[in-house]
């Protein structure tokens, strides 16, 4: 049966609830009954949209998961140059990281805790992702190897997505100042694609 304007908005009012939540707690201390509290609604009501915190987890972590996929769609943009076009992959998908840095951060420190919406991404990456970057690496470095496509894709993710994971670590806590993303981009570029 579908939902109401009212029903869907207290389903709504829960899910952002419970993504706040996690994102300041993280995932082991919050509860339904916390989320239930905070969302002003009840743990019937939470149950009855969700059914478990397990379900509501990966709501949460399918909204995430489904900023970074919005990125990948930059990629198809192929009236830019390759190397603007995963420029502006990269800047999309650290804005991503930067709406939801702790919570990120807690999704990669889980572990082997699988969500369904984990691997539902994961296989957006086997199907979809992986190859859209490997070919513009392909266009940008003429490199053919899969093999060599995949480090250096792992190498350009690391470059760019592990300083935004950790800037208030290294801001607040090291006190190093990181420059722009898109500096960093920029930089790694001309290193990186110097040919």
């Known amino acids: 049966m579908p939902l109401t304007d009212k029903n869907s908005e207290t389903k709504e009012l829960i899910l952002r609830t419970a993504l706040d939540m996690f994102r300041q707690e993280g ?59 995963l420029k502006a992959f990269l800047l999309h998908y650290v804005q991503v990281i930067q709406q939801y840095p702790e919570l990120v951060a807690r999704i990669i420190t889980m572990g082997t805790t699988m969500f369904t919406s984990q691997y539902e991404y994961g296989e957006f990456m086997q199907a979809i992702g992986f190859h859209k970057i490997q070919g513009i690496l392909m266009e940008i470095t003429k490199e053919q190897n899969p093999e060599l496509l995949m480090m250096m894709m792992m190498q350009i993710f690391g470059a760019i997505f592990m300083p935004a994971l950790m800037l208030p670590i290294l801001e607040a806590g090291a006190g190093v100042r990181v420059n722009p993303v898109e500096w960093q981009i920029d930089l790694l570029f001309e290193r990186y694609f110097h040919n």
């Open 27 to 85: 995932f082991e201390s919050v509860t339904i009954r916390k989320i239930a509290a905070r969302s002003s609604t009840n743990v019937s009501l939470v149950n009855y949209y969700f059914g478990s915190k397990d379900k509501l987890i990966n709501e949460v972590i399918k909204i995430l998961l489904s900023g970074f996929q919005e990125s990948f769609t930059v990629l198809n943009e192929l009236t830019l140059p390759p190397k603007q076009r």
